[in-house]
């Protein structure tokens, strides 16, 4: 299975969104773009799309909740390292409160990978943020579970957040 992102207006990609409704897709509204996520076993439909190989998966993804992207730049050499921390930890997030769904996605063209979690809302991935599992995990130094993270990564991780429904829309 694959992931495919692109970018765009909201319009735009909502506009995408209806063409290939067959397809299965997840407009991501964010603060200043919006992204359509498009799963598929299939080559894309988008026509220059960033593309992931999902490598671990939990769940299916619902249209419905709020999407937190972790990029994560890799060193090539780094790469098996790096899915294997992954593999051996990520089970601790299944029984977090508002917890949705994972996934895992390889890059096929750049060195930047993404752990996409899925969650009921905000407030859920706040919690799981200041829980004492999080804390194990991920630390706030080099070194988790005996890696040195500093020989893994090409430069610093970064998030951005994402909601499924429009801004607006919430409003009213």
């Not at 897709?25 to 076993?41: D, K, N, P, R, T």
């Not at 096929?108 to 993404?114: G, K, Q, R, S």
């Not at 020989?151 to 607006?168: D, G, L, M």
């Amino acid at each position: 299975m694959f992931i495919y992102l692109t970018s765009g207006t909201p319009e735009f990609m909502l506009s995408l969104q209806k063409k290939y409704s067959k397809e299965k897709m997840i407009v991501l509204y964010g603060q200043s773009s919006a992204v359509l996520l498009h799963e598929s076993a299939k080559k894309s439909v988008f026509s220059t799309p960033r593309s992931f190989e999902i490598i671990r998966e939990i769940n299916e993804l619902d249209k419905h909740g709020f999407f937190v992207l972790n990029h994560i730049p890799v060193k090539s050499e780094s790469r098996k390292l790096f899915e294997d921390r992954f593999y051996d930890q990520i089970h601790t997030i299944e029984d977090e409160p508002g917890f949705i769904a994972f996934r895992l996605l390889r890059p096929l063209h750049d060195e930047t990978y993404i752990s996409l979690t899925e969650w009921s809302g905000p407030h859920s991935y706040e919690a799981w943020k200041a829980s004492s599992t999080y804390k194990e995990i991920y630390g706030n130094n080099n070194t988790t579970n005996g890696v040195d993270q500093s020989n893994i990564f090409t430069s610093a991780p970064y998030v951005k957040t994402f909601i499924t429904s429009r801004p607006e829309e919430e409003e009213l």
